[in-house]
Structures are given as structure tokens and as C-alpha cells.
């Protein structure tokens, strides 16, 4: 049985930095391509960021580009969300999701198989 498990979401300043990390088990990530997705409220679900296997990373979302980072523990089967330079509009519910084995290797809600449950992060103003 698979799962993917979300941490490290909570509240934060505007300028405040999170890293999120997504635990994998009976999935292995490094196999596949993987990404990084959130909903904020009244809105639809959207890429952030995304990797492939070779490590080689997408940025789906302009308005993170500079300040989000994935990275991938294959170790550990655990991705990474780093995110610095917080915003308001930041703020949502971040989930990890995975598309195994890789067939559009797209950074688009639909394209994930599998997904986790979210973490909600903040950000206040």
C-alpha cells in the first residue's frame, strides 16, 4: 500500500522561510516524476514546482521562481519544499504528488497518480 505524508506546514511572516517534506512509502520517487502542488482558497489546484528523475526541476508557477526550491532524498524517499521569501499569497495548501511511472511528465494536477493529503501553510501579512 502507498502513501504520501506531508510536514512541516504551519504559520509564518511575510518574509519568513518553510521547507516541506513529503514522505514516501510503497512508491519509490526517484523513479518517477514528482512535484509539488497547492490550492489556495476559491482557487484551483496548481503546479508549483516539479522534478523529474534525472533531477532536472520545472518551475510551473512564475511567481515562485527564485524563492521555492524541490530537492529529493532518494535515501530517504522523501522530497523537499523550500520555500524562503514567504508571501501572503503564499499562502494554501501544499500537496505532493507523483506521477509513476513518469507518462506526461507534467506539472499539472492531472497528469499525478498518486497524492498526499496536504499541509496547510500560512502566511500572514
Known amino acids: 500500500q502507498w502513501q504520501l505524508a506531508e510536514t512541516g506546514g504551519g504559520l509564518v511572516q511575510s518574509g519568513g522561510s518553510l521547507r516541506l517534506s513529503c514522505a514516501a512509502s510503497g512508491i519509490r520517487l526517484g523513479a518517477g516524476y514528482i512535484g509539488w502542488f497547492r490550492q489556495a482558497p476559491g482557487k484551483e489546484r496548481e503546479g508549483v514546482l516539479c522534478m523529474d528523475s534525472s533531477g532536472r526541476s520545472t518551475n510551473s508557477a512564475e511567481s515562485v521562481r527564485g524563492r521555492f526550491t524541490i530537492s529529493r532524498d532518494d535515501a530517504r524517499n522523501t522530497m523537499f519544499l523550500q520555500m524562503n521569501t514567504l508571501k501572503p499569497e503564499d499562502t494554501a495548501v501544499y500537496f505532493c504528488?507523483?506521477?509513476?511511472?513518469?507518462?506526461?511528465?507534467?506539472?499539472?494536477?492531472?497528469?499525478?497518480?498518486?497524492w498526499g493529503k496536504g499541509t496547510l501553510v500560512t502566511v500572514s501579512s
Open positions: 504528488a507523483a506521477d509513476l511511472p513518469p507518462v506526461q511528465s507534467m506539472c499539472s494536477p492531472p497528469a499525478m497518480d498518486y
